[in-house]
C-alpha cells in the first residue's frame, strides 16, 4: 500500500495551486493523509480526484474544514495504526505535542505537520513523520512530501524532496 502524505499545503496563501511533483504520486497512491493547515477546502476537494483522503484539521482552517475534519484521527491500516494530527499548541514542541496527543493510545505511526521541518524518526517505538510542506519550506533546503509504504508487517517512510513548487 503506498500512502501519500502531505501537510502544510496553505493553499491559497503560499501557492495557487499543489505542485506538479506530488500529483504524480498522488495519481499512484491508495491513500493520501493531510495533516493539516489545508487552508481551503478546494484543497481536500482536488485530492479526493486522485483517491481515499483522510486529514484532521489546522490551526490556521477555517469553519468549513473545521466541519468536515477531525482535530485528530486513527487510521487502521492492517496491522498498523496510524495516528494523524496537525501538532500546533503552546507549550512543548511540535513532536511532543504530537505524541502527547495519543499518549494512552496504541499507534504504530503518528503524522504530524505544523513545523514545515521534515521528519522521520523513532520515539518510544513509534514512528514519528512529518512530510514538510509542498508549498511553503521556511527554512528548509526543499519542498517536501512523503510516501509511507506498508508490506505485510513492515511501514516505511521516505521524504520526497524537490526545489520547485510549480
Not at 499512484?28 to 481515499?52: K, N, P, S
Request: with cysteine.
Amino acid at each position: 500500500m503506498k500512502i501519500i502524505v502531505i501537510s502544510d499545503t496553505h493553499i491559497p496563501k503560499r501557492a495557487k495551486k499543489l505542485p506538479e511533483q506530488l500529483i504524480v504520486n498522488l495519481k499512484q497512491a491508495d491513500l493520501i493523509i493531510h495533516a493539516g493547515d489545508w487552508q481551503i477546502l478546494e484543497v481536500y476537494q482536488e485530492l479526493a480526484g486522485y483517491g481515499e483522503v483522510q486529514g484532521v484539521i489546522g490551526n490556521v482552517d477555517g469553519q468549513d474544514i473545521q466541519e468536515r475534519f477531525p482535530e485528530k484521527l486513527i487510521i487502521e491500516v492492517h496491522p498498523f495504526k496510524i495516528g494523524v494530527v496537525h501538532g500546533h499548541g503552546k507549550k512543548l514542541t511540535t513532536e511532543r505535542r504530537s505524541l502527547d496527543a495519543f499518549k494512552g493510545e496504541q499507534v504504530d505511526c503518528i503524522v504530524f505537520g505544523h513545523s514545515h521541518i521534515p521528519v522521520i524518526k523513532k520515539t518510544d517505538d513509534i514512528l514519528l513523520f512529518n512530510p514538510g510542506s509542498v508549498t511553503d519550506k521556511r527554512r528548509q533546503p526543499c519542498y517536501s512530501y512523503g510516501i509511507l509504504t506498508i508490506k505485510e508487517d513492515t511501514i516505511k517512510a521516505e521524504h520526497i524532496f524537490f526545489d520547485d513548487k510549480s
